[in-house]
């Protein structure tokens, strides 16, 4: 549990959702930059507090078995990637190796891959 909590209001709370709303939709929440560039500061500090954690050379968040946690961290990754934020290495080693789970490309494609038929 604690990883999880870290991971949502941590790092995806006051880092990536900030940016989401005001980056992607300051007609709605305002344009803020101030915010933003706190909010990726913050999230480059907390990124590094889990960077660390990791350093172990574990394969998993809690430890022998994968867990939400694994899912909210790698969620993270790929949204820091879309904001073309840095990833740590070993964040980055983590979101390699749960992206390559056969899972991951299902929930990957229902969600990130547009349906070119219906266009």
Not at 20 to 43: F, K, N, T, W
Not at 87 to 105: G, I, K, L
Request: net charge negative; charged share 25%.
């Amino acid at each position: 549990e604690r990883w999880s909590n870290f991971v949502l209001m941590e790092i995806d709370a006051p880092a990536l959702y900030v940016l989401r709303r005001h980056q992607d939709l300051p007609q709605i929440y305002g344009d803020a930059p101030a915010a933003c560039a706190a909010a990726a500061e913050y999230y480059d500090r907390q990124m590094a507090v889990i960077d660390a954690y990791l350093s172990d050379g574990r394969d998993y968040v809690s430890g022998a078995a994968f867990s939400k946690a694994d899912i909210f961290l790698a969620s993270c990754a790929c949204w820091a990637d879309l904001y073309e934020m840095p990833v740590p290495s070993n964040v980055r080693d983590h979101f390699t190796r749960m992206s390559a789970r056969p899972a991951y490309e299902l929930a990957h494609d229902d969600n990130f891959v547009v349906d070119q038929q219906s266009n």
